[in-house]
């Protein structure tokens, strides 16, 4: 089982943006996943993950917490074996360890009509991407 790999955590202030990226490594395409990103707060045990965003195969169907939403933006490039998270208006509540993930193919239609809140449908999470919002 491969394991995702996350770029682009660090640092910004209340306002500001970030972009954490997730690919799979080679030869693994992330194309025929339904994949989504996972948020853990800091000082937070493993319950207290929670997922935040998921995109399908296509990125024809998105959905958002509504903590995040209108502020932060899930896409996909297949081609570039790319998942990416836009953020934008970082709140302190954001910060924490933000994991990509494979939807599992049974919650995928409860996630996709539903939302992908609950960790329990993710598998191959990656090792995360560390995010600080701090002024």
């Known amino acids: 089982q491969f394991q995702f790999v996350e770029s682009g955590g660090g640092s910004a202030q209340p306002g500001g943006s970030l972009t954490l990226s997730c690919t799979a490594p080679s030869p693994t395409s992330v194309a025929i996943y339904d994949i989504g990103w996972i948020h853990q707060a800091p000082g937070k045990e493993r319950p207290g993950r929670e997922g935040?965003?998921?995109?399908?195969?296509?990125?024809?169907?998105?959905n958002y917490v509504d903590s995040v939403l209108g502020r932060f933006t899930i896409s996909r490039d297949n081609a570039g074996n790319t998942v990416s998270l836009h953020m934008n208006n970082l709140k302190p509540e954001d910060a924490g360890t933000y994991y990509c993930a494979i939807i599992d193919g049974i919650y995928a239609n409860s996630y996709f009509n539903y939302g992908c809140r609950v960790s329990t449908g993710f598998t191959s999470w990656g090792q995360g991407a560390r995010v600080t919002v701090s002024s």
């Open positions: 935040i965003s998921c995109i399908s195969k296509t990125g024809q169907s998105t």
